[in-house]
């Protein structure tokens, strides 16, 4: 059984208790579990740099454990970019040395008075003096944690987090980032420097549970979807989005780049030192790349992966991947999100470009290798220009009349690297989830890689428009049934591209090996478990006033038609007129989803769960916290 350590940054003061096993049973771990505990400690009224914020990493039941790929941690707290509901979700080595000490959850509460760094190792923990970390980057960071505690692994914030950067990252394994919703500025808000652990616990598990490791292991590792991924890390991807229009360019602008070629799988490979995954993955996408001279000469780091080569790529019109490999490591060091970090620096050159923002430092012209790297770290230091686009395109665009239109963003969190007018599963999916713009949280690609037979497994109730990614048709049900699959990863503690991302093995394999380690859920229990985490956290965003008109989508995706080419390669110089398409005026009816969206989830029309669905979900203590409308609609 697992434990949970409470450590109080303002008295100093450690419990540590037992897990509920009821809790594990209804929740499993990870995010599932941390959802739960921010749910009952932190209200309403809590600001998300209040000391009463609660900053929490959890790690997942099958986290440490031979499964394949169960290397992923979730960092979550109260998110100063959305006001509401946060997490963020890594991987390597980090979480699994979280559970070999013999904890589900390190919740931190309180504030230090000066910076400090808490060491654990088992049930030891101390809160140490930090101060001597505070302003350093995370891999200087680190390596003088792990120099002090040989053994250990590290997670730690850098000078965004340090700084209250809404797109702040905390870092781990020098380049593995819970990225996304500012988790690293809530860490710094807490004087948290770092977190560093050493376990020694090396629980066996049941010959039952070897049993199905074994079987699925080679299904996922064998998997065409794997493979490809194994030799050419997310890069892969480039190619493929650049010629369905899912390659968001110029802010999304377009959803092309004509200069493809120049930063994709092929070309990072050029600057690949070594492959490399994360514990237990028998897939290792992973890739450390470097520049070895000139002006972006660049020390070995951590990808860049899809997302990154996109935002610091496409979007910002870069086409020179020595700036990208090394934006990347500017990213890694600093500690910031490098999906928010793009899409900022892409809002503020489109700004420039319609007359609306000027710099006195940089030119802010589209692919500037100066704007780009520049504001990168004037953002982690919040100097000249940075100070206003740290804060997020949500916020800067009220402070720049005119251009709220084209800032990519949902509930306050920059929109990830997919083109929802054209994947309009993707484009519903940006929309509704919980922790804000998000690509992760329901992931609805069964239509993208053309999973036909998943698709008549899963979802026999769907007609042959749900395959066809522009057809808005079914999109709502393929997402409703992605977000319980990802819920579950995320709360087992394991990686969507052992699971989601192809769906080689589904959730009835989970359920096997759930009830090989012990806990009793069946099959649809299982599944009923990541229906109650998403509900769970939509009732913590209705808490905070959200509603159906924060599950939306910026202008651009909504009122601006995109065009896909045949040829992305002339995309600039195309005729109009005379230009071969692959698809013409594609925008979101996004209203017609959401409307599918909610009925499906017995949530109203305004996207709030009703005491039914709460009831039915083992909800019922919540049902107190629904608009009085809503109570009053359905009593």
């Known amino acids: 059984m697992g434990k949970i350590a409470w450590i109080n940054l303002s008295t100093g003061q450690i419990e540590i208790s037992t897990t509920p096993e009821e809790d594990l049973q209804k929740y499993l771990g990870s995010r599932g579990l941390a959802a739960k505990v921010l749910y009952d400690h932190v209200g309403p009224e809590v600001k998300p740099f209040d000391p009463e914020n609660l ?5 997942g039941l099958l986290t440490g454990t031979p499964w394949p790929s169960s290397a992923r941690y979730t960092v979550t707290a109260k998110s100063p ?16 040395e979280v559970k070999k000490a013999g904890y589900d959850l390190l919740v931190f509460e309180g504030q230090a008075e000066k910076p400090v760094y808490v060491y654990i190792e088992d049930e030891q923990i101390k809160i140490c003096d930090g101060l001597f970390l505070w302003g350093k980057e995370t891999d200087e960071a680190e390596k003088e944690l792990r120099d002090l505690y040989p053994g250990s692994r590290v997670a730690t914030i850098g000078p965004a987090g340090e700084n209250l950067v809404p797109i702040a990252a905390v870092i781990n394994d020098y380049g593995r980032a819970a990225a996304r919703t500012g988790m690293g500025a809530v860490m710094g808000s807490k004087k948290l420097k770092a977190v560093v652990v050493k376990g020694t616990k090396r629980s066996s598990v049941p010959r039952e549970f070897m ?16 493979v490809n991924y194994t030799k050419w890390g997310t890069p892969i991807l480039l190619n493929f989005k650049n010629k369905s229009g899912d390659n968001p360019s110029k802010n999304h602008k377009w959803g092309q780049f004509p200069m493809g070629d120049k930063i994709n799988a092929e070309t990072i490979a050029e600057y690949t030192v070594k492959t490399t995954g994360c514990y237990a993955c ?30 610091l790529g496409p979007n910002v019109w870069n086409d020179n991947i020595e700036v990208l490999i090394h934006a990347n490591k500017i990213c890694n060091s600093l500690g910031l999100d490098t999906i928010s970090a793009g899409v900022i620096i892409a809002f503020a050159m489109e700004a420039h470009e319609k007359g609306l923002l000027s ?5 802010l012209e589209w692919g500037d ?3 780009i790297i520049g504001l990168l770290k004037d953002m982690a230091h ?3 220009l940075g100070e206003l686009l740290a804060e997020g395109v949500q916020k800067a665009s009220k402070k720049i009349p005119g251009s709220e239109s084209f800032a990519m963003q949902v509930k306050g969190v920059e929109i990830p690297r997919q083109e929802g007018r054209v994947l309009k599963a993707l484009g519903l999916a940006h929309a509704t989830s919980n922790r804000g713009a998000d690509h992760l949280y329901a992931l609805p690609t069964i239509d993208l890689t053309g999973n036909i037979e998943v698709a008549k497994k899963v979802l026999p109730e769907c007609g042959p428009e749900l395959m066809d990614v522009t057809n808005e048709k079914y999109k709502a049900n393929m997402t409703r049934y992605t977000e319980t699959c990802n819920a579950l990863a995320d709360a087992l503690g394991i990686c969507k591209f052992a699971f989601t991302e192809t769906y080689a093995i589904l959730p009835p ?9 012990g806990l009793n859920l069946s099959d649809e229990e299982l599944f009923q478990v990541g229906q109650r985490i998403v509900n769970l956290e939509r009732m913590y965003n209705v808490r905070s006033g959200m509603s159906r008109k924060d599950d939306t989508l910026p202008d651009r995706m909504l009122k601006e038609p995109l065009d896909v080419y045949v040829n992305p390669e002339e995309i600039e110089k195309i005729d109009p007129d005379k230009a071969e398409l692959v698809h013409k005026g594609l925008i979101v009816h996004l209203d017609t989803m959401l409307d599918d969206y909610y009925k499906l989830g017995g949530w109203t029309k305004e996207g709030i769960p009703t005491p039914a669905r709460l009831k039915e979900l083992g909800l019922e203590e919540l049902i107190k916290d629904l608009p009085s409308d809503v109570l009053e609609t359905c009593s």
């Open 55 to 59: 900053l929490i990493f959890s790690t």
């Open 81 to 96: 970019a959305t006001g509401a509901y946060g997490y963020a979700n890594s991987s390597g080595f980090f979480g699994p």
């Open 211 to 226: 049993e199905v490791v074994r079987r699925v292991t080679p299904i996922i590792k064998n998997h065409p979807g794997s």
């Open 282 to 311: 028998s897939i290792r996408c992973s890739r450390i790349t470097a520049v070895p001279d000139g002006p972006y000469k660049t020390p070995e780091t951590e990808g860049p992966e899809y997302e990154t080569s996109n935002a």
């Open 359 to 363: 710099d006195p430092v940089y030119n």
């Open 369 to 371: 290798p100066d704007t």
């Open 382 to 384: 919040r100097r000249g």
């Open 509 to 517: 394999d989970l359920a096997e090996g759930v009830r090989a380690l």
